[in-house]
């Protein structure tokens, strides 16, 4: 890539190739036995290409948008040169885009294409199913899971309790984030400008029983309470006599990929705080499944 006037890239690209990123092996350190490795050795990578192509992709996954290639290299520790011939190769496979105005990198259509497959293989949902199967096991009420879609929430997996009512929730429903636990549970998790980008007047509050926030203050209120409360409740503002606690589902990067929920009929006896706890576990187990890591 000639804007780099980076040694060793020809001018021909379909006669260039990536220079290695392995450590020199050809020192005057005498090898080690292969069972007994050392403890730096355990821990190094067996292929580092792979691994700082990974880090590089991922990196440019979290960012708000395109990044000079200077901050890649200082925020993950990798030397200029084989930053350079690694983007080479991710732009030529279009993993990765070069703005060469703004000398910024950002993801290319094939980062997009893999989050497309991603979606239609439907991990959340398989991942989620057994979660929901086992809370309805030790919750002994309907649950649900749900991820946003503009303003709704769209159920993904539900999983009814024995001998308790028909739901509005089933698999493809999309009702008002506003009024439901989950979406609630979703909405306090986003920055405050998201909601207020998604809910800027009276004119985008649905309305289903008459009950239910009406006017951004009114939700930002309750989004406050259960951002204090760890937990999102609705009574009634989905369907008339049922009661849900909802709580969300963080992804790797802290962001809500979803939410789960516990429905019960409003004329059953049931601590708050209990059915709070279990979807809160459940929560957890699932961002385990998903990927999140908990230091």
Sequence with gaps: MLRFHTAGVSRDRRSWHPVSVMPDSSGSVPPRHASSPTSDETLRPQVPAADQTLRILTFLARQRGPVPARTIATSLGLARSSLYHLLATLEEHQFVVHLPEERRWGLGISAFELAGGYARQEPLARLGRPVLADLVDRGHES????????????????????????????????????????????????????????????????????????????????????????????????????????????????????????????????????????????????????????G
């Design 143 to 294: 649950a649900h899971l749900a991820v946003m879609h503009g303003r709704d929430v769209l159920y993904i997996v539900e999983e009814r309790a024995a001998h308790r009512p028909a739901l509005v929730t089933d698999v493809g429903v999309r009702l008002p984030a506003h009024l439901t636990a989950t979406g609630r549970a979703m909405l306090a998790a986003l920055p405050r400008e998201q909601v207020r980008a998604l809910f800027p007047d009276a004119g985008a509050f649905a309305d289903r029983t008459g009950r239910g926030p009406r006017r951004p203050g009114e939700l930002r209120d309750l989004l406050r309470e259960a951002r204090a409360r760890g937990f999102a409740v609705e009574d009634g503002e989905v369907t008339l006599g049922l009661r849900s606690i909802g709580t969300v589902v963080r992804d790797h990067t802290g962001w809500p990929a979803a939410a789960i929920a516990l429905t019960w009929p409003a004329d059953t006896e049931r601590d708050a705080a209990e059915m709070a706890s279990l979807t809160a576990s459940a929560a957890r187990e699932l961002e385990r499944r998903i990927g999140r890591s908990r």
